[in-house]
């Protein structure tokens, strides 16, 4: 019994360095020429608590997460994000990362008072950024 244990608490032990040398999801290319971009608000805007975000995209299409189809990705909101996800990974679900994998091209965020940065990023069907990452310019908002 006593090795049974001692087994399985190896094994436990152990299982996080195997994960880590376990091979990732695959990475999307992402298509030549592709763009994401903030259609609005703009860039240094001032806005209300309750903000529309309209996202825009260039040279590829929108497929909702799950769904596998050559040149087309879904986006990824980043608020107050200092620091694109990793690449190989996918993209965190947290209140700073917010997912639209139904294919959702806008939102209505709810925001506290001050500045906030906002930067789209666009995934694929496993909400992994692609090769090269395909993200937008970071903008600046003021929120009253």
């Known amino acids: 019994m006593k090795h ?6 190896l094994t436990m032990l152990a299982a996080p360095v195997l994960a880590a040398d376990a ?14 971009y903030i259609v609005s608000p703009k860039d240094g805007a001032t806005v209300g608590q309750s903000v529309t975000v309209v996202f825009g995209l260039k040279g590829m299409g929108v497929a909702p997460a799950g769904v596998k189809k050559e040149g087309t990705g879904h986006h990824h909101l980043l ?7 990793a690449a190989g990974q996918p ?30 990023e666009m995934g694929d069907e496993n909400h ?7 993200v937008s310019k970071k903008i600046t908002i003021h929120v009253k």
Not at 4 to 9: D, Q, T
Not at 29 to 35: N, V
Not at 79 to 85: A, E, G, M, N
Not at 94 to 110: R, S, V, Y
């Open 4 to 9: 049974i244990l001692l087994a399985a608490a």
């Open 23 to 36: 091979p990732g999801l695959p990475i999307t290319k992402a298509p030549a020429g592709a763009e994401v």
């Open 79 to 85: 608020v107050d994000v200092k620091d694109l996800p």
């Open 91 to 120: 993209i965190p679900l947290d209140d700073n990362h917010l997912h639209f994998g139904k294919g959702q091209t806008e939102t209505i965020l709810k925001l506290s008072p001050g500045t906030h940065t906002l930067q789209l």
């Open 128 to 134: 992994i950024p692609f090769d090269p990452a395909v």
